[in-house]
T-cell receptor, first 117, second 110 residues
Framework: GAVVSQHPSWVICKSGTSVKIECRSLDFQATTMFWYRQFPKQSLMLMATSNEGSKATYEQGVEKDKFLINHASLTLSTLTVTSAHPEDSSFYIC?????????????FGPGTRLTVL | RKEVEQDPGPFNVPEGATVAFNCTYSNSASQSFFWYRQDCRKEPKLLMSVYSSGNEDGRFTAQLNRASQYISLLIRDSKLSDSATYLCVVIGYNFNKFYFGSGTKLNVKP
């Protein structure tokens, strides 16, 4: 149980385009999902906390107009990187907290590798 | 100052060796502590929780020292399959945020 999927698993796009990444909890309901970014040889950095039915909470330094988050249902959150640039190339990972599970437990998706040319 | 600090390594050890990783955290109000394992280009996977009383799972032993704000992971009888990056994770006082260390890379050689 507790499976989280992400789609796509990798994407290559041209500079200036927008890219949407989906995060789904497959066998549980997630009121809260988290979006992380990981650059090579660095730690996962929390970008934003996505709450179902309300606005996402962004970490300091993360532009909310550039990284649009929509958590429209209890099993789906999307991250849209708008007008992507090469410096946005990174590994984007989501995680989800089971609404009926332990508060300190998060289940991670397999990640999406974004390359912006 | 970073929330969680780890020695990046790499630790290069032969099969069968015992290796230990350390991690320090800055916020004394942190509530929960974990070790995650991350293979190259994959998502992190939970290895084990860390308690003040110590936690052992087979060849892996984790320890927490709240007074020193220090977490450790000991791997005995290293296997080739243990090669990965080990991430120290600390959960903030409100249980909402995971803070990841930058990871310690382990290479187990035959």
């Amino acid at each position: 149980g507790a499976v989280v999927s992400q789609h796509p698993s990798w994407v290559i796009c041209k500079s200036g385009t927008s890219v949407k990444i989906e995060c789904r909890s497959l066998d549980f309901q997630a009121t809260t999902m988290f979006w992380y970014r990981q650059f090579p040889k660095q730690s996962l950095m929390l970008m934003a906390t996505s709450n179902e039915g309300s606005k996402a909470t962004y970490e300091q330094g993360v532009e909310k107009d550039k990284f649009l988050i929509n958590h429209a249902s209890l099993t789906l959150s999307t991250l849209t990187v708008t007008s992507a640039h090469p410096e946005d190339s990174s590994f984007y990972i989501c995680s989800a907290r089971d609404r009926s599970g332990r508060v300190n437990e998060q289940f991670f998706g397999p990640g999406t590798r974004l390359t912006v040319l | 100052r970073k929330e969680v600090e780890q020695d990046p390594g790499p630790f290069n050890v032969p099969e069968g060796a015992t290796v230990a990783f350390n991690c320090t955290y800055s916020n004394s109000a942190s509530q929960s502590f974990f070790w995650y394992r991350q293979d190259c280009r994959k998502e992190p996977k939970l290895l084990m929780s860390v308690y003040s009383s110590g936690n052992e799972d087979g060849r892996f032993t984790a320890q927490l020292n709240r007074a020193s704000q220090y977490i450790s992971l000991l791997i005995r009888d290293s296997k080739l399959s243990d090669s990965a990056t080990y991430l120290c994770v600390v959960i903030g006082y409100n249980f909402n945020k995971f803070y990841f260390g930058s990871g310690t890379k382990l290479n187990v050689k035959p």
